[in-house]
């Protein structure tokens, strides 16, 4: 075998590496270290004229290994790939040694230890480059079929983009009816536009579209398979309405005997056991919560059967398991409103004055529980003093350290629309108004003109009086440098934040998904990749990623879709060659690698010995450290590839 001839291109990246780095100093190392043909500085190996240069040199020198000292490989290594097949090289000959994060950004206090550690880390990459093999990329079918989770704003939107460029697509939503957080709010800020306006023609369009397949009360069960052949696995639970029979008449509703609180009015109405969530719902067909009904029979009541007189309803229907086949996954799980009871010192939840915004958007609600009137719980009576505090259960280290982002600007809206109804007196205490989005500065200003008293400080102790259940609120005036408190308050309307559903994390298990530290799904780059995830060919989508308001969520839904499609029109995608290989001939069929790949890319074959699917395997390497026999191989990250580049560090302690 030839012994390699090694190019080094040591990168500026203007003064992000140059400033801190002793480029040349690192240079003058490197050219002396065995197998390095030629090594040189420029600039931005990454621009056009530095990849020019990279290729001339592996026609001039014949080099037949490169490596690149510059920035992360996240940044730039499909770069440089394509510039080794540009010069007809193997593009996995290519190893990059991250000077930038790795040195200058993090020691920029101390240059003379960056450039050391910059030496350290080109020598080793020197080291393992010597070993490298050239791989080949595997080609899969994918197929065009996308599925959808979750049909709120963002997995309407993805879906029906998705169904007009022609794919088919499965939207599964977990409630009865798609439309989501956004089904229940009156208006949209800073327009004030109806939200259902906007929605429930959306809804309408995704329900009948003939390239989607709604699926709803469903979830998620399991997923097999890989990117452009996922296999997933849909419970569906019961409904016991028949869809196709019902005719939304509300004689079933009109009989019930039972009253429940409803959800979708967050919980200041009832609803019968029997139901529709709510006028626009799309299916526009009953549900049966069994759970409360009485019976279903005759004798304990039946009611509801006997009064349809479509016969649509089924008390014989059952939870079924659908298998579909889609090429990609889009997940738009939404979000949950934070639980307030976590902050003791509002009173949410024992004194009934306190409300949270959700509430406050149903009072607003023309069709809502109090149509439109904001009244007191405790009474009923209209509000005439009330008072809005912000940041409860968000930008606080006891709960939730993140930024919800909408809080602010749902405060803003609802506390205008209350002065336009009724000319209450509003008071908004806040940490700091975050007015980010397009019109949104201008809306905060004009509802300040209109009479709504921003304070700016924190609220520290809600108190109630027993008998009239009036409220007062004690914080303090930041701006003042005094405290604060206000008496005879009607309502306390808590800005509560946004928290990540419960069950998204039975989903992120099935796609094998991250989370973030707030614990909303990681992307693959915040930057370069938002709508990506560290699963091939599953994206995420509004909510799920973070907390963002109703423009950005579609926005990214939109981004997510044409990710999907971007994959589902090329008909083929190759795989990355990381997977691990497994020598048969030393292989005892233990099963130890099965059972702690966290993909699920290893299967025992006929003859008994471990086999990778490299379609799945994503060469994390914990099934090489398992293995007791010294079968499985990580391609691309080879044991003899690892330790070359720790006896190179080692050495110069010799």
Known sequence: MAEPRIGVFLCHCGS?????????????????????????????????????????????????????????????????????????????LLEIANIREHCSWIHQDNPEAATDKAIDLVRMSIARARLLEPLEETEVEIKKASLVIGGGIAGISAALDLANAGFKVYLIEKRPSIGGNMARIDKTFPTLDCSSCILTPRMAEAGSHPNIELLTLAKVDK?????????????????????????????????????????????????????????????????????????????????????????????????????????????????????????????????PNVVNLMEVERMLNSAGPTQGHITRPSDLKEAKRIVYVQCVGSRDERTNSYCSRVCCMTA??????????????VYVFYIDLRSFGKGYEEFYETTARQGVTFIRGRVGEIIEDLDTHNLTVRGEDTLLSKPIELHDVDLVVLSTGIVPPVDVREVAKALNLSFSPDGFLMEAHPKLRPVDSFNDGVFVAGMAQGPKDIPDTVAQAKAAAAGAMALMGRGKITIEPYYSVIDEDRCSGCKVCVTVCPYSAIRINERGHAEVNPALCKGCGTCTASCTSGAIKSQHYTDGQIAAMIEEYLSTFE
Not at 45 to 55: A, F, H
Not at 59 to 82: D, K, N, W, Y
């Open 223 to 351: 997923v097999d398979g890989y990117v452009g052949n996922f296999t997933v696995t849909i419970k569906k639970l019961p409904r016991y309405v028949d869809i196709d029979k019902c005719t939304s008449c509300g004689d079933c509703a009109s009989i019930c005997p039972v009253d429940i609180p409803s959800e979708f009015d967050a919980f200041l109405a009832y609803r019968k056991a029997i139901y529709i969530p709510f006028a626009q719902a799309v299916p526009s067909a009953y549900v049966l919560d069994m759970e409360n009904c009485l019976g279903v029979d005759a004798v304990r009541c039946g009611k509801c059967k006997t009064a349809c007189e479509a016969d649509a309803i089924d008390y014989d229907d059952h939870e079924r398991l659908i298998k579909v086949e889609v090429g990609t996954i889009i997940v738009a799980t939404g979000y949950e409103i934070f639980d307030a009871s976590q902050k003791e010192e509002y009173g949410y939840g024992e004194f």
């Open 412 to 425: 803003v809206k609802q506390a205008r629309m209350i002065r336009e109804k009724t000319g209450a007196e």
């Open 16 to 92: 992000n590496i140059a400033g801190v780095v002793d480029i040349p100093r690192v240079l003058e190392v490197v050219k002396g270290l065995p197998n390095v043909i030629h090594a040189e500085e420029y600039k931005y190996v990454c621009s056009k004229p530095g990849q020019q240069i990279i290729k001339d040199r592996i026609r001039e020198h014949g080099l037949t290994r490169v490596v690149i000292g510059a920035c992360s490989p996240r940044m730039h290594e499909t770069t440089f790939r394509q510039t080794m097949r540009e010069a007809d090289l193997n593009p996995y």
